[in-house]
């Protein structure tokens, strides 16, 4: 048997408690665990290597994994993306920083013509394990491009997974799993949330499965589903709405593609009325897939049309307007009301 001191001891302890940290913070705690136990992990990007990244998600990486292995790209997202594809294919496990949202658009190209069919056109002889890490969303004061809910675009593309976290755990556990999942993962953090609140999140390396929505609240009149950054609005909400002796259960959607909708349509076969809050503009958001999906596979379960709060179909606005674009608490809680009115 062992015997340790209690100097030891209590040194051991406090080394295996975790500690509670912010969402952006996570994203590097499960960046540092897979590049410490699976060499083949690159991360690579505009400033993610001496500057840490725009938001700091990669700060101090370089410094401990070394130049080869975090690599500060030119300012090319088209050559970022090629890269990246290009190791994947060559069995490297690399996750890409967009940087920005509004910038992933030079990168379509390789993500939907090459990434995304790897599998498909090779009859399933070569993947693509990569992952894009995206900042998203508005709610920072960001000027153009900066701040996009572009969700719904990728959603529509065969072989790419979606994930947006809303919690640090989340985050950690969620990324934990996109770099382990042998396809391409678009992992989009909600920014305005990087910093907003800690939480305790164990580093023991535990992954959270992909494709599964997360029940965060049960309720019995009525269900909201969200994801990303508006899952602290819905929860607020739903707080707001228990005054009232209303009981609303909160679905964070977590990965959109592919989408979990049996924990969907089994909340709303409980409560019968639905309402779906996302910050992307309203025509084609994902919001109008889960909508028809509800139409078309629980319609009998409804005791009411499905209510979407959405954003604008207009650009997020400058920060002068942006909370005014984005969903509210009272939004949310006007749509459950008109829903349990109907």
Request: net charge negative; proline share 6%; hydrophobic share 45%.
């Amino acid at each position: 048997m062992n015997v340790m001191t209690k100097s030891n001891d209590k040194a051991g302890a406090q080394a295996a408690t975790p500690t509670a940290i912010t969402l952006i913070e996570a994203i590097t705690q499960a960046l540092a665990y897979e590049m410490r136990n699976d060499d083949s992990v690159i991360v690579l990007g505009e400033d993610v290597g001496v500057n840490g990244g725009v938001f700091r998600a990669t700060a101090g990486l370089q410094q401990k994994f070394g130049a080869e292995r975090v690599l500060d790209t030119p300012l090319d997202e088209t050559t970022i993306a090629g890269l990246t594809v290009g190791m994947a294919a060559m069995g490297m496990k690399p996750v890409a920083e967009a940087q920005f949202d509004g910038f992933m658009y030079p990168m379509v190209d390789h993500i939907v013509c090459h990434a995304a069919r790897f599998r498909y056109r090779t009859r399933g002889r070569l993947h693509c394990p990569m992952v894009l890490r995206v900042p998203w969303g508005g709610g920072i004061r960001a000027p153009e491009h900066h701040s996009e809910a572009n969700e719904a675009i990728f959603t529509n593309v065969p072989g790419l997974r979606v994930v947006l976290p809303s919690s640090p755990a989340r985050a950690y556990g969620l990324l934990l799993a996109a770099i382990r999942d042998p396809d391409p993962v678009i992992f989009m953090e909600p920014k305005r949330i990087y910093r907003q609140y800690k939480e305790v999140v164990a580093d023991d390396g535990e992954a959270l499965p992909l494709d599964v929505c997360y029940v965060l609240r049960d309720g019995s009149d009525i269900t909201l589903v969200t994801w990303g950054a508006q899952v602290k609005e819905t929860l607020e909400a739903a707080d707001k709405l228990a005054f009232d002796g209303i009981s609303a259960e909160v679905i964070d959607v977590a990965t959109l593609k592919p989408l979990d909708f049996a924990t969907i349509a089994e909340s709303v076969a409980k409560t019968g009325r639905c309402v779906i809050v996302h910050e992307a503009p309203r025509t084609a958001g994902f919001g109008a897939e889960i909508a028809a999906r509800l139409a078309e596979e629980s319609m009998y379960d409804l005791l009411a049309p499905v209510e979407r709060v959405t954003g604008y179909d207009t650009h997020i606005p400058l920060f002068r307007l942006e909370m005014k674009y984005l969903p509210s608490v009272d939004k949310i809680v006007a749509a459950a009301k008109r829903a349990l009115a109907a």
